[in-house]
C-alpha cells in the first residue's frame, strides 16, 4: 500500500528538514494529521507568515520585520562598536550574555577559497563601507573559532587595520570545563591568553 | 533581543511538534529563514493540503484521498478476513510484510479503563457491524502487546467469539534477536507457542 499522495507529499517535504529522517518524518506527519486541525494548520500559517515577513536589516543584516531591526533603532545602544557575526543566530546567542550593548554585522558566511566564497560572496564590502560611513572606533570578531572563521579573522584585521582598533573574543577554557578534557589547542590558546588576576576581580 | 515576532511565533509552532525541542525548533526556524523560498513554502502547503485532502476511509478508517482507501477498494484483496489495528500507520507497517492480503480495520485507540477509553471511544461498534455485515470469517488482532492491548484483546475476542474466529499475531523471539537478550515474559510466551519444526517448513 502507498499512502495518499497529499501523505506522502508531507512525509516528503518534511523530510528535507535537517535531522529529520525517514522514520522521524513519518511520525511528525502522522501527529499533523492526527493532532487538532488549528495546531496543525498554525505550523502552516507560520511558515509563510515567517517567509513573508522576516526579512533583513537593512544596516546590519541581522532578521527583522521591520526596515531596520530592532537592534539598529535602538538610541540606547553604542552605534561606534561593531560586533561582526556569521548568521543571525548568533546575535541571539551573544544577546544572551547581556554583555554587549553596541551594534552588529551579519556577515553571512566565513570565507572559503575551496568552497568558492571569497570576499565578493560574503558581505565584507558592506562591512567596510558600514566602519567607514558610521565612524566605527572597534569592531569585534565574534566568529566560529574554525579553520575559515580564523582565516575571515584574518583577512578582516588586515582589511581594517591600523585605522580601526579590531578586536576577537576571547579563546580558553569554557566555563564548567575539566581542565584534563580540555584538548590541547584551546589549553594553549587559553595559556597565551593568561591574564592577571587582579585585573579580572578590581577591587 | 527578541525575534521578529513572525519568527517567533514559527519557533512557538515548531516547538508543538512531538521530539522537536526549544533548540531544535530553533534550528529548523532558521533553516526554514535560510533555505530557498519554494522549499519552505512546500512544507506550509503540504500541511495544508494533507489536513484538508487526507480523511478516514468510509469503511476501515484508513487514511485515504478518496471516499474509500485503496486497500477496501481492491478486488483483489480476500473481504472475508479482517485485521484489526490500532492507527492508521501499522497498516503501513503490516503491508509492508506482503504476508496479507485481506482488509483492515483502525480502532483509533486500545481500551483504557483508567484513562477513561470505554468500548465507545474506539471503533469497536463499528468493528461488531463490519462482521456481522460484511460475513467475516477470521478477525485477526494485530494489536500492541501493552497491558491496553492484551485488554483489548480479551475484550474483543468475547464480543465476537465463538461466533467468528478470532486470532492474533504470534508472540515470540523477534527475527534476529539473541536468546540471552529477551526478556522472561516474551521467552515463556515463545515457549508455550512453539511449533513442531515440520510445521514451519512443509515438504
Redo the contacts between chains.
Keep these: 500500500?502507498?499512502?495518499?499522495?497529499?501523505?506522502e507529499?508531507?512525509v516528503?517535504?518534511?523530510q528535507?528538514?535537517?535531522?529529520i529522517g525517514p522514520k522521524?518524518a513519518?511520525?511528525?506527519?502522522?501527529?499533523?494529521?492526527e493532532?487538532p486541525?488549528p495546531?496543525?494548520?498554525?505550523?502552516?500559517?507560520?511558515?509563510?507568515?515567517?517567509?513573508?515577513?522576516?526579512r533583513p536589516c537593512g544596516r546590519c543584516f541581522n532578521?527583522?520585520?521591520?526596515e531596520i531591526?530592532?537592534?539598529c533603532s535602538d538610541p540606547q545602544r553604542k552605534s561606534s562598536v561593531l560586533c561582526v557575526v556569521v548568521?543571525?543566530?548568533d546575535?541571539?546567542a551573544l544577546?544572551k550574555t547581556r554583555e554587549y550593548r553596541g551594534s552588529y554585522h551579519v556577515l553571512g558566511g566565513l570565507l572559503s577559497p575551496l568552497d568558492g566564497i571569497g570576499p565578493d560572496e560574503v558581505r565584507i564590502q558592506e562591512l567596510l563601507d558600514r566602519v567607514h560611513e558610521e565612524n566605527i572606533d572597534e569592531v569585534i570578531l565574534a566568529l566560529d573559532t574554525t579553520v575559515g572563521g580564523e582565516a575571515t579573522c584574518l583577512y578582516l584585521s588586515r582589511q581594517l587595520g591600523p585605522k580601526t582598533t579590531v578586536t576577537r573574543l576571547a579563546q580558553g577554557l569554557p566555563a564548567g570545563g575539566n581542565l584534563d578534557y580540555t584538548d590541547e589547542v584551546t589549553l594553549g590558546r587559553a595559556f597565551r591568553g593568561r591574564r592577571r588576576v587582579e585585573d579580572l576581580n578590581p577591587q
Tied chains: 1, 2.
Design positions: 500500500m502507498d499512502y495518499p499522495e497529499a501523505l507529499e508531507l516528503e517535504s518534511l528535507q528538514l535537517p535531522t522521524s513519518q511520525r511528525l506527519a502522522f501527529w499533523l494529521l493532532s486541525e495546531k496543525a494548520l498554525r505550523l502552516s500559517e507560520a511558515i509563510r507568515n515567517a517567509r513573508c515577513q522576516i532578521y527583522t520585520d521591520q531591526c530592532q537592534i548568521q543571525p543566530k546575535i541571539h544577546e
